[in-house]
């Protein structure tokens, strides 16, 4: 993890203490956090409404010291980058505390293995429907691995992109598991679903 800058580093290219304020609160940012990714939109705003004011005028004034040509471009290049960081700090996803998550009891987990058939020649899917499962309720959280065949190398398992769907959950009897394979597959394969 980067060492947050210190006031005086965010001086150096930033003229105002309000900006260097609002960058300090880019360091500060918690995931998700709007109000602070709102904030930070705002002082970039800012910034570049003042850097572009400062471009005109050095074109105005016709400005030929390359230095300070260089810093401001070098500032315009860092607020593109730093727009696009923030903009996907707001679309990240929340994160969930741990604590906020449903404990489950040791040992309160269920599973059951399924075959699941492309049959001779290759094919898209695979379909099973599974019953008899008294154990699946309506909250019941299932989720399923496509196992890797007896003698089958594990890389043509990768190569095979077996993507695993449980659909159609009837509470105290089962669902159905369909397999997916984007290259297509052949054969059967073995699907282990555990639901807790």
């Known amino acids: 993890m980067s ?18 304020r609002a960058f300090e609160s880019l360091f500060d940012l918690s995931a998700g956090d709007t109000g602070a990714v709102e904030a930070l939109r705002a002082a970039i705003t800012a910034l570049t409404v003042r850097t572009d004011g400062l471009q005109l005028a050095q074109n105005d004034n016709d400005v030929s010291d390359a230095v300070d040509a260089a810093r401001v471009s070098a500032v315009v290049a860092a607020l593109d ?12 996803p929340p994160v969930i505390p741990s604590s906020a998550a449903v404990p489950v009891a040791p040992g309160s987990a ?22 008899g499962l008294t154990w699946v309720t309506g909250t019941t959280s299932l989720s399923a691995q496509v196992l890797t065949p007896s003698g089958v190398d594990p890389d043509e398992m990768l190569l095979l992109h077996m993507a695993p769907v449980i659909s159609d959950i009837v509470p105290g009897d089962g669902f159905t598991v369909t397999v997916y394979s984007v290259p297509e597959a052949r054969g059967t394969y073995d699907v282990m679903i555990v639901g807790v």
């Open 81 to 92: 980058e730093l727009t696009k960081a923030v903009d996907g700090l707001a679309m990240a």
């Open 110 to 131: 269920n599973s059951v293995i399924v075959s699941c058939n492309f049959g001779a020649s290759f094919a898209f899917k695979a379909q099973t429907v599974v019953t």
């Open 3 to 20: 060492r947050k800058p210190t006031r005086d580093q965010l001086a150096r290219f930033l003229p105002t203490t309000e900006l260097v």
